[in-house]
């Protein structure tokens, strides 16, 4: 099974820019999907960006123009730069990758999440 353990959040100005990265504890150039995601307070998880399997991006609209995520398969990490943050933004971010992991009967799918980084943008 995989690990997942994010960095880089903290404490940031309404148009402030912070990046965040996810260090997996192995190999992600097979995950099905790796990503990011996002839960303020009294809200649901949402998506936030992510690669899917064939590599495409896919941003939430509330980010487009804003966020990029990027990642480096040698490194084993997946990265968020958010730049003109508001305070909308403002969240525990969440590392998700899905993968397929391999058991004696066959192959099972299963969501992997890191512990969360949590973001403020506040003046």
């Known amino acids: 099974q995989v690990r997942l353990v994010e960095s880089g959040g903290g404490l940031v100005q309404p148009g402030g820019s912070l990046r965040l990265s996810c260090a997996a504890s192995?190999?992600?150039?097979?995950?099905?999907?790796m990503g990011w995601y996002r839960q303020a307070p009294g809200k649901e998880r949402e998506l936030v960006a992510v690669?899917?399997?064939?590599?495409?991006?896919n941003h939430a609209d509330s980010v487009k123009g804003r966020f990029t995520i990027s990642r480096d398969n040698t490194k084993n990490m997946v990265s968020l730069q958010m730049n003109s943050l508001k305070p909308e933004d403002t969240a525990v971010y969440y590392c998700?990758?899905?993968?397929?992991?391999?058991?004696?009967?066959?192959?099972?799918?299963?969501?992997?999440w890191g512990q969360g980084t949590q973001v403020t943008v506040s003046s």
């Open positions: 998700h990758a899905r993968i397929t992991v391999a058991a004696a009967w066959g192959t099972y799918i299963s969501d992997v």
């Open positions: 192995r190999s992600i150039a097979s995950a099905l999907a």
């Open positions: 690669f899917t399997s064939g590599g495409s991006t």
